[in-house]
């Protein structure tokens, strides 16, 4: 029986956890760091915010949510893969944050009250989950009225020679790197495979609105191999 995209796609994350950090900065050439700083100074989180990380694996974004609100805010980061809220854990622990906490569910099915949150993140997950627009329209239930969505994701260049050298390292050259540092050669076939068929940033912002977002930023980093997406729920 072949497995559906939800089973795999939890297979690779349980497996791939204790590697998964390392991996991220020598597929990005570190640059999903700076990707993510300049995504935080754009989402403008205030001291105090609710905030939400889906999708968190190992929690790096729900830890910089956790020092933007501060201790007077509160942040809970979600993920479906067991093994990588184990590092998550360890990673809030080491940062002293009492006001974050982690929890394991499911981004189809957010396990929380409507306008629970002033904010709600997705950071290179929503390629994995088996249905976006699901996930889009949970994020946009739980988030308040004039809250911010905010999805960064890998993505597809433009400029015709970038896009086939971009094309040639998603389909050739991560994999052989999770082979050579990961030891997970069919682990990151799978996360290229995903990446390709993601949807290009002007069909997710397209998505982001038909999901029910009044206003969609888009920016996109690195000459579009990723895109902040931000989305904002109508105060009506």
């Known amino acids: 029986m072949s497995q559906t995209k939800e089973e795999r796609v939890h297979q690779v994350f349980e497996s791939i956890y204790k590697r998964y950090d390392m991996?991220?900065?020598v597929i990005?050439?570190?640059?999903?760091k700076a990707w993510r700083k300049d995504t935080m100074k754009k989402m403008n989180v205030q001291a105090g915010d609710h905030a939400l990380d889906v999708c968190c694996g190992t929690a790096d974004w729900t830890?910089?949510?956790g020092e933007a609100v501060g201790p007077t805010g509160k942040v809970e980061g979600l993920d479906f893969s067991k093994n990588m809220l184990l590092i998550g854990e360890e990673k809030v622990k080491e940062n002293k944050l009492q006001h974050v906490?982690?929890?394991?569910g499911n981004a189809m099915e957010l396990p929380y009250e409507d306008e629970s949150f002033d904010v709600v993140t997705i950071g290179f997950g929503l390629r994995n989950v088996p249905d976006y627009m699901q996930v889009l329209k949970e994020m946009h239930r739980v988030v308040k009225k004039g809250g911010k969505v905010v999805c960064l994701e890998t993505s597809q260049p433009t400029i015709p020679i970038f896009k086939n050298l971009y094309f040639f390292y998603f389909r050739r050259v991560m994999p052989v790197f999770g082979?050579?540092?990961?030891?997970?050669y069919d682990e990151y076939?799978?996360?290229?495979?995903s990446t390709m068929s993601f949807?290009?940033?002007e069909k997710l912002a397209d998505m982001f609105r038909e999901a029910g977002f009044e206003r969609v930023d888009v920016k996109a980093y690195s000459g579009g191999v990723a895109a902040m997406h931000l989305g904002v729920k109508s105060k009506n």
């Open 23 to 25: 991996m991220n900065s």
């Open 28 to 32: 990005s050439f570190q640059r999903h």
């Open 63 to 65: 830890i910089a949510l």
């Open 101 to 104: 906490s982690l929890r394991h």
């Open 179 to 184: 082979k050579l540092f990961a030891k997970s």
């Open 189 to 193: 076939s799978w996360l290229q495979e």
């Open 199 to 201: 949807p290009n940033r």
